[in-house]
T-cell receptor, first 110, second 117 residues
Framework: GEDVEQSLFLSVREGDSSVINCTYTDSSSTYLYWYKQEPGAGLQLLTYIFSNMDMKQDQRLTVLLNKKDKHLSLRIADTQTGDSAIYFCAEKTGGFKTIFGAGTRLFVKA | GAVVSQHPSRVICKSGTSVKIECRSLDFQATTMFWYRQFPKKSLMLMATSNEGSKATYEQGVEKDKFLINHASLTLSTLTVTSAHPEDSSFYIC?????????????FGSGTQLSVL
């Protein structure tokens, strides 16, 4: 079945880079997303990548996609305390549903 | 980006009552909206797809008589939790697709925390 998995927790020091990893199972996925959720709030779309792309960069954010291994990563350069949140990986499947991972809680230490 | 407004943000109700949650697309039209449920420290679970002008499509295991969805217009979808019970307590989030070449971007409301006593 369709599934998205990601590690549950990541802790980094302020100023370091954060790398959040995700794996998915649907080989026919069309788009892959990264969302950010702060406590008690909805999800904010950070960035997304079309499945035929390998990389996308948007300011401090770099998304890498390895379609062969069905692996997606989000790199946040110069991580700040304001980046502390839960980050969700999601895929838009061939059936047009969007499936989410369980979220990675990023904790940034000052 | 597009704005999705969800109301109320928090509701506390007694067991057996019904609760209505509204989801509005403020600056775009949405023929489709999605309703998710999120448990603490868990992922979002897709409950149903709301379709303007037709019946909602429910995911397996979601009771359609329990979670009534109405997509009254191109900018409004509502989720009514009927005869709520404590196990219905959860964070409910709506979303709508907009933008990009194929409406691939999914924008979310701010969520509704439902607590059933």
């Amino acid at each position: 079945g369709e599934d998205v998995e990601q590690s549950l927790f990541l802790s980094v020091r302020e100023g370091d880079s954060s790398v959040i990893n995700c794996t998915y199972t649907d080989s026919s996925s069309t788009y892959l997303y990264w969302y950010k959720q702060e406590p008690g709030a909805g999800l904010q779309l950070l960035t997304y990548i079309f499945s035929n792309m390998d990389m996308k960069q948007d300011q401090r954010l770099t998304v890498l996609l390895n379609k062969k291994d069905k692996h997606l990563s989000l790199r946040i350069a110069d991580t700040q305390t304001g980046d502390s949140a839960i980050y969700f990986c999601a895929e838009k499947t061939g059936g047009f549903k969007t499936i989410f991972g369980a979220g990675t809680r990023l904790f940034v230490k000052a | 980006g597009a704005v999705v407004s969800q109301h109320p943000s928090r509701v506390i109700c007694k067991s057996g009552t019904s609760v209505k949650i509204e989801c509005r697309s403020l600056d775009f039209q949405a023929t489709t909206m999605f309703w998710y449920r999120q448990f603490p420290k868990k992922s979002l679970m897709l409950m149903a797809t709301s379709n303007e002008g037709s019946k909602a499509t429910y995911e397996q295991g979601v009771e359609k008589d329990k979670f009534l969805i109405n997509h009254a217009s191109l900018t409004l979808s509502t989720l009514t939790v009927t005869s709520a019970h404590p196990e219905d307590s959860s964070f409910y989030i709506c979303s709508a697709p907009s933008g990009g070449a194929t409406n691939e971007k999914l924008f979310f409301g701010s969520g509704t925390q439902l607590s059933v006593l």
